[in-house]
């Protein structure tokens, strides 16, 4: 989602548009447009179906926005914190805290699909209602396709596989069952994967007959499969992870480099003496002020390593990932944004205590496999 312009407030909550929302619009645009409403309604002009064409293409991207406004609506009043909304060419993402009880799992998931099928049902039954009482055939077979496509929308997303609201469903129920809530975001995880890879066969297949639209079964399907695969591997770490504070798993003393050195200097006093592929870098006060990845150095060549000071390449504090020591991990990981992530900086106010890499989470995580009873 990192391509997401944001575009106002819903709500409240801050509302993203992917670059690939246009390109969403025009081909569903297009594909009304050019086929189904001259199919439907034939003897039209070409400036009538695309008008429709485009004004249908937008009133699926508000239906798809009120599927993801009542995931945010249901979580907020579970008390659970939504950070923002992204529209994008496969649907929505609604950005929220995890749920702390499988009940409120349930309720959030089960409240996007709902929507689209009302908001389907009232649509069909708007479009034949209209076409019988005025005789509009155009907005009348606009309103029908709009109900027909959130129909699909909400019994899609209503698939036993994550991230579908339906995996979230079989979550919340394996997590009410067995009580255990990592074995039931695996359980989802896994159904998701299984999808995936269906509908990349059923995509590919349907390419090979020359349906060219079985490639957007396979986009959604790899989608699935690397979310899914994404998810899995959360639950899967979230056992070593559980009760670990971030100055348990910090690496220190951190390698630093002062932010006023210029490229060539840092190469010389402090890259080509340090095993780390990142350093962080201090002000004149000895305070954190940004990230830099040496490997990044060796792309600068010339003059500008004796003239360009390392700040201007590093990544700066405001975007970098921060906690306190006492910070659970697990926490601090959840919240991640787009465009920040590892290494996470561990601080004191302004005191740098240590720095956490994938190095060691991965550490973390092989102590916890000694330690399990299973593995003796």
Not at 81 to 86: F, G, L, P, Y
Not at 203 to 216: A, T
Not at 309 to 326: E, F, H
Request: proline residues 5%.
């Amino acid at each position: 989602m990192n391509g997401s312009v944001r575009m106002g407030r819903v709500l409240g909550v801050p509302l993203r548009i992917h670059w690939t929302v246009p390109l969403l619009v025009m081909l569903f645009g297009y594909s009304l447009g050019s086929r189904t409403l001259p199919a439907a309604v034939p003897e039209q002009s070409d400036a009538v179906y695309t008008v429709a064409g485009l004004a249908g293409a937008l009133l699926l991207v508000g239906s798809l926005l009120a599927h993801e406004a009542a995931h945010a609506i249901t979580a907020r009043r579970k008390g659970i914190e939504v950070q923002s909304i992204t529209l994008w060419a496969l649907g929505g993402m609604t950005e929220m805290g995890r749920p702390g009880a499988a009940r409120a799992i349930f309720l959030v998931a089960v409240s996007g699909p709902l929507t689209s099928l009302v908001v389907g049902a009232a649509a069909f039954g708007a479009g034949i209602g209209l076409d019988a009482a005025s005789g509009w055939a155009i907005p009348a077979a606009v309103l029908v396709w709009l109900g027909w496509v959130n129909g699909v929308l909400g019994v899609f997303n209503l698939l036993p596989a994550a991230p579908l609201d339906g995996g979230r469903v079989v979550q919340a129920l394996v997590w009410w069952r067995t009580g255990d809530r990592d074995r039931a975001e695996g359980t989802a995880a896994r159904g998701g994967q299984v999808l995936g890879l269906l509908l990349i066969a059923l995509g590919w297949i349907s390419v090979l007959r020359g349906v060219f639209g079985g490639l957007w079964l396979a986009v959604i399907g790899f989608f699935l499969v690397v979310v899914a695969g994404a998810e899995r591997q959360r639950a899967r770490l979230a056992p070593a992870l559980r009760g670990v504070r971030a100055a348990e798993a910090m690496s220190s003393p951190v390698e630093t480099c002062p932010e006023w050195f210029t490229v060539e200097r840092c190469v010389e006093d402090v890259a080509l003496r340090t095993q780390h592929s990142t350093l962080v870098l201090t002000d004149f006060e000895g305070r954190p002020s940004g990230l830099l990845q040496v490997p990044r150095l060796a792309r600068i060549l010339g003059e500008q390593r004796q003239t360009l000071r390392v700040r201007d390449v590093a990544v700066p504090l405001s975007r970098c990932t921060t906690c306190a020591p006492d910070d659970l991990l697990q926490d601090v990981l959840e919240k991640l944004r787009p465009g920040s992530g590892l290494p996470i900086l561990v601080t004191d106010g302004q005191h740098l205590m240590g720095i956490i890499t994938v190095r060691d989470i991965s550490r973390i995580v092989q102590r916890h496999g000694l330690r399990r009873p299973e593995s003796q």
